[in-house]
Each structure stands twice: as structure tokens, then as C-alpha cells.
């Protein structure tokens, strides 16, 4: 999937998406406004996810701190005043790769119950 994605014929167009995404990420944190979402929202969650910017140059005592979405899943759901958290044990950063027929079902579930 990522391989097609990345050398298919949108490529370019797929890494213009990519870097606006990680100038968002970079610039523009959110996380102050989780609390203004309005709309029902869907987290689906691998709890094995280590993901974190910046966390190959970071000190050891900030690296030990960041990326553990088994504990980041639970608080973002709760600021979101809609959100539902669907978490997948052991699965890590794409649940949707790892196990997707878990986590198509999960998603489907998830979607008719909003």
C-alpha cells in the first residue's frame, strides 16, 4: 500500500500531502483545542504505538516520556466531548495494515454508532 502510494502516479501529490501534514504537526499543536471538537469523533488506537516526533534526537529522560498512545488514546478521548476510543491491543502505528480486517470491522462499527 505505502509503496504504491509513494511511487504510484500521484506521488507528487501524495508527498505535497505529506509535508503539509508534518508542517502542521510541527507548527500548528492541537492539543489545547481536542476540547473544541464539536462533531462525534472516532479514535481508533494502536496501544503498542510508540510514534513520536522528534523522538530520535530527543534526551533519553523526554524520549522515555513521549509516544505511549496506550496512555495518550485514553486522555485525548476523554477531552474530546464526543469521541469514542477504539483501542487494538498490540497493534502499533497502522492498525489498518496490521490487522485490517480487525480494524475495518472496528471502523465500520465504529462509524454507524456515531
Keep these: 500500500m505505502l509503496a504504491g502510494l509513494n511511487q504510484g502516479p500521484g506521488h507528487l501529490q501524495v508527498a505535497w500531502n505529506s509535508a503539509l501534514i508534518y508542517d502542521m ?11 473544541d ?3 462525534p469523533t472516532l479514535l481508533l488506537i ?10 530520535d534526537v530527543a534526551p533519553a529522560a523526554v524520549k522515555a516520556k513521549i509516544g505511549h498512545y496506550e496512555v495518550l488514546g485514553k486522555q485525548v478521548a476523554k477531552l474530546i466531548p464526543r469521541a469514542t476510543l477504539v483501542e487494538f491491543p498490540g ?9 485490517p480486517e480487525q480494524f475495518h470491522k472496528a471502523l465500520l462499527h465504529g462509524l454507524n454508532a456515531l
Design 37 to 39: 471538537l464539536q462533531v
Design 25 to 35: 504537526i510541527f507548527t500548528q499543536p492541537v492539543y489545547y483545542e481536542f476540547q
Design 91 to 99: 497493534l502499533g502505528h497502522a492498525p489498518q495494515m496490521e490487522e
Design 46 to 55: 494502536g496501544t503498542s504505538d510508540t510514534t513520536a516526533i522528534g523522538k
